[in-house]
DNA sequence: ACTCCAGTTGCAAATCTTTGCAACTGGCTG
DNA sequence: CAGCCAGTTGCAAAGATTTGCAACTGGAGT
């Protein structure tokens, strides 16, 4: 505890402990390149401190992704990945649906949208991380030049279902 | 089957067959207003036909986003949940961290992002009833005048793991 | 140093979601 | 209209993530 006092003053603010297990977490999500599972953090996590358990390991990761440290990558298929956010390294990316590549979108293409919520509704978005869909330039659908949202019409009853129920 | 061809022919499209649980949970998601979550799904899909199973139910509700038919809602601490893509009715949401106030947010504010993604990277994204996180108007944080993004610094090592094992 | 208590933890169990697999079937073909 | 087969289904089981709870502890206050 000596370097890293800018976390330990965001934790601290947030009227937090730093407990051994958090430490270790966050140290081990940090020490890594790449995204881990939360399986992957426990494994790490246990060969300093074997008997730290797996839900602490997920209540820390969700802790963690609260505070904004870490960021979440949720492929489809697989389970939920952690990141460092580090500063200067943020980053978002884009999956494509068809062949699965994954894009590294810089921040500032997501500006433009933070500025139109705080605009158009008062809304701070906080953009950490984000994985959107789509498809990469060489997966580009056969005939694609119209407007781009494909727009499913009126289901109206395929099989005659009660109406709302709350 | 007659009205609700175009459906159909999305289906047909993509080499799928049309089931009745299909048919049942498509037309359950489209008859509620609202936001449901699978369970909420499979017990109205269960008055109309009680021998299907949730994870058929499960497996379709994977479909029907996967076509785009349908959109979902994560929010912290609880199951998602899946909403019916309506033609003129497409949206996006902005949740407060704070109050957990939710708001919709219209596709035109996401137009920029598209562009700058087609523009930037070739890629065409899909977006699809978005959850977007951060504070509403009535939820900012005291001193909210800088630059946004608060920024984690490099933190090195709180517990000393290993470095990268990936 | 000693106390105190809100925040944390380990453990067990629950909840939510996905998957393997053999039987089944929609809808195309002839 | 019978046959076929890729796509689907029900069921059982696994996998992923969250939660209840009593014991524990960081770190603020004294
Ligand atoms: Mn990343
Ligand atoms: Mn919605
Ligand atoms: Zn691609
Ligand atoms: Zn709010």
Redesign the pocket.
């Known amino acids: 505890m000596s370097c890293h006092q800018h976390v330990?003053d965001q934790?601290?603010g947030?009227?937090?402990?730093?407990?051994?297990?958090?430490a270790l977490v966050l140290d081990v999500v940090y020490h890594s390149h790449g995204h881990l599972?939360?399986?992957q953090v426990y494994e790490r996590v246990r060969t300093q401190?074997p008997?730290?358990?797996?839900?602490?390991v997920?209540?820390?990761?969700?802790?963690l992704r609260q505070q904004g440290l870490i960021g979440e990558l949720r492929l489809e298929?697989?389970?939920?990945r952690f990141e460092a956010v580090r500063s200067g390294a943020e980053h978002h990316h884009a999956v494509c649906s068809a062949c699965g590549a994954m894009i590294e979108i810089a921040p500032a293409d997501l500006a433009p949208l933070s500025e139109a919520l705080v605009r158009n509704y008062g809304f701070a978005v906080s953009l950490v991380h984000l994985t959107l869909n789509g498809h990469c330039a060489a997966c580009q659908p056969a005939g694609a030049s119209d407007k781009g949202q494909s727009s499913p019409h009126g289901v109206e009853a395929l099989a005659g279902s009660d109406a709302e129920a709350g």
């Open positions: 330990i934790l601290r947030a009227g937090v402990r730093l407990t051994p297990q958090r599972t939360a399986d401190s008997q730290v358990d797996l839900s602490t997920y209540r820390n990761l969700v802790f298929g697989e389970p939920t």
